[in-house]
Structure formats: C-alpha cells, structure tokens
C-alpha cells in the first residue's frame, strides 16, 4: 500500500485514479480541466498534468511550461481544489524541486532504468510512480524495486502501460500485473499510453483511444489497484497525444464503470 495525500493505494482500498491532460497547454487550461474533474468524479484521484513532454517524436511539438512554471501551476491546483497531484520528471535535478510541491512523482516509462533518476526521486521521501517501459519485461522491474529500497523509501508503485509489438504499435499482456504485484507493490494501469501508437504518424504518435475502456477492464480484472487515464475537453485539438486522450465529457460513466468492476473483483 502506498499512501498519496489521503488516498492509499494497494489491495483493499478502493480503486484510486490518475487524471488529468497529457500537457499542461496554460495555466488557465490546467485550472479548467482540474475544476471539471473535481465536479465529476466523486472517487479517489490523483490530478496529472506535465510541465516539460521531452519525449516528443518531433522537435517541433509543443512541449509544455517548463518546470519552474509548472510547478507554480500544480501548487495553485493542489490548494484552490485540494487534491494531490503528480507530473513526470526527466533528470534527476528536478527530483527535489518537485517534490516540494507534487504528492507523487513519477518516472516515464523511456526512463525507468535510469539509475539516477529512480534514486533521487526515492531519497526525496515522496512516493513513486515508476511506469515499465515498453520495451521490458513485466519481472524485470523487480530491479526498479530494488533501486528504490536502497534508498529505504517503501512508498513505490508500478504502472503498466504496453509493450513494443513490432513498429508503431503496442500490445498489453495483462499477466504483467499479477507479475509485479509478487514484487509487492501497488499496481496502476496506464489505459492511455497503452492505446498510443508510438509515432504512428511519422512527426508524432497516434492511438486508439475507442480501446481504452476494454483495457482499464481487463487491468481491474487482472488486480490493478490504480488507473491512469489523460482526459482532454477536446482530445482531438490536444497538444499532446491528441489520440490516446479521452473525452472529459465522456469520463463520468466510464469512472463509474471502472469502479463498479473493482468492487466487484474485490468481492469474488
């Protein structure tokens, strides 16, 4: 179990969300998608938003407001709605500024092998959330655990969100969360991400975000504790993963779906 603000993660406790858009497109943007979801989603969640996508297929995309910015964002959003929230760090100098404002820190799944960065994002104390790469092996992250516990911070969760399958594409093998849970860590699932077609559009990625219901299922089924889903109030006019983003207007009942299946789970 891992604590985040007041909400805590692992098996027995409700199912816990991870929301929020890809990109943090304004402040005044921010603000709008935080107030909406406060409104709509009456469950445990954790609101996301980064402040620097630097693993873009062009270097053209837009990229966000840079960390100082983003973190004055993020505060605002934590006090005004009094929610927890997390954003992806890429180096590990932006560990210890982060952590004095996001209540979970989380680790891209490009760089979940980077020893550094694991390490100094664990000594800040903060919880992680550290996402398998799509290019390893559900039992290979046992060496993230590893990394983390040296630093004597328990408070680690692990995401699943795809593997490589062939060019552009992903596939999820479901298997990976009950693999990971024997590592004893919380497991969320990334139903954004793992609907992504890497580059799929040659200067940037694609996805099939029709999927994303059928995976966040099928994740709570095999035992996830958390779900991450980027919600967008226009997906397709989003500067960032425009197709793997789902409607904020077509949330609520997918919320309500999902954790009605985790009760359901928890009871069998």
Known sequence: MIKVGNIKIGDGFPLA?????????????????????????????IFKSSFDKANRSSINSFRGPGLEKGLTILEKIKREFDLPVTTDIHT?????????????????????????????????GKPLNVKKGQFVAPHDMNQV????????????????RGFAFGYNNL??????????????????????????????????????REHIPTLAKSAIAAGANAV??????????AKSDAKSQWPLKELRPLLDMLFELHQFVGRL
């Open 17 to 45: 969300f991870i929301l929020g858009p890809c990109v943090m497109e304004s402040e005044d943007f921010v603000r709008e998608c935080a107030e909406e979801l406060k409104q709509i989603c009456p469950y445990p969640f």
């Open 92 to 124: 590990p100098d932006q560990a210890a500024p982060s952590s004095e404002v996001i209540d979970l820190i989380q680790i891209p799944a490009f760089l979940c092998r980077q020893t550094d960065l694991i390490l100094e994002a664990a000594k800040t």
């Open 145 to 160: 655990v590893f990394k983390v516990k040296e630093t004597n911070n328990p408070n680690l969760m692990l995401t699943e």
């Open 171 to 208: 596939v999820c093998d479901m298997r990976g969360i009950p693999i990971m849970k024997k590592f004893g860590t919380p497991i969320c699932f990334d139903a954004s991400h793992s609907v992504q077609l890497p580059g799929g559009l040659g200067h940037v990625s694609s996805g099939d």
């Open 228 to 237: 991450f889903i980027e919600t967008h109030p226009n997906p397709d006019q």
